[in-house]
């Protein structure tokens, strides 16, 4: 079975401060996929990354940058000088390769706070 | 514009009383599925479809019921919703490994 971990269920920062949210992995697959998402107050879930199994490069967004290690099974997430606007919940999710391992696996997410 | 929608976004109902959450999308995505969001669980997988007339029960299917009779809808029945479905429901088509979610619809069973 395909589990995530996000072990930090909550984190609370001063604005410009850098943060990273941690995910941790399990999955029999070879072929996989890796998310993370933001869910404002707002409600709806905003893609940010997706990733496979297959690219450990690590990525740069703007102020968002993320670390996949395979050696750890981790994908962590960092955001740097954070700021109010970041404030939200964040998952991270995997996605098999197929059958009963296709469907997302969320993490049960973390609440980032960041206070002015 | 491609997109998945969900209606109603917003629903207050009582125990028992049957009701169907609707989901379309314009995007032709031969896979489609449901999930709730429940505070300090994540988001859950409760049914998913792999084509029309197809589909297959996830993590928490107890309670739902689906059906898929075109490729562009694929709405979530409770027969008889309890308390315990109070929750936020994500409808989701997904193509290439890519997830495309509606807006979400916020239930509340009395």
């Known amino acids: 079975a395909q589990k995530v971990t996000q072990a930090q269920t909550e984190i609370s920062v001063v604005e410009k401060e850098d943060v990273t949210l941690d995910c941790v992995y399990e999955?029999?697959?070879?072929?996989?996929?890796l998310f993370w998402y933001k869910q404002p107050p707002s409600g709806e879930l905003v893609f940010l990354i997706r990733?496979?199994?297959?690219?450990?490069q690590n990525e740069i967004s703007g102020r968002y940058s993320w670390n996949f290690q395979k050696s750890t099974s981790s994908f962590n997430f960092t955001i740097t000088a954070s700021q109010v606007v970041d404030s939200a919940v964040y998952f991270c999710a995997l996605r098999g390769w197929g059958g009963s391992n296709y469907k997302l696996t969320f993490g049960k997410g973390t609440l980032l706070t960041v206070n002015p | 514009e491609a997109q998945v929608t969900q209606n109603p976004r917003y629903l207050i109902t009582v125990t028992g009383k049957k009701l169907t959450v609707t989901c379309s999308q314009n995007m032709n995505h031969e896979y489609m599925s449901w999930y709730r969001q429940d505070p300090g669980l994540g988001l859950r997988q409760i049914y998913y479809s792999m084509n029309v007339e197809v589909t297959d029960k996830g993590d928490v299917p107890e309670g739902y019921k689906v059906s898929r009779k075109e490729k562009r809808n694929f709405p979530l029945i409770l027969e008889s919703p309890s308390p315990n479905q109070t929750s936020l429901y994500f409808c989701?088509?997904?193509?290439?490994?890519?997830?495309?979610f509606g807006p979400g619809t916020r239930l509340t069973v009395l």
């Open positions: 999955t029999r697959d070879t072929t996989y996929y």
């Open positions: 989701a088509s997904s193509f290439h490994r890519m997830e495309f």
């Open positions: 990733r496979n199994s297959f690219d450990e």
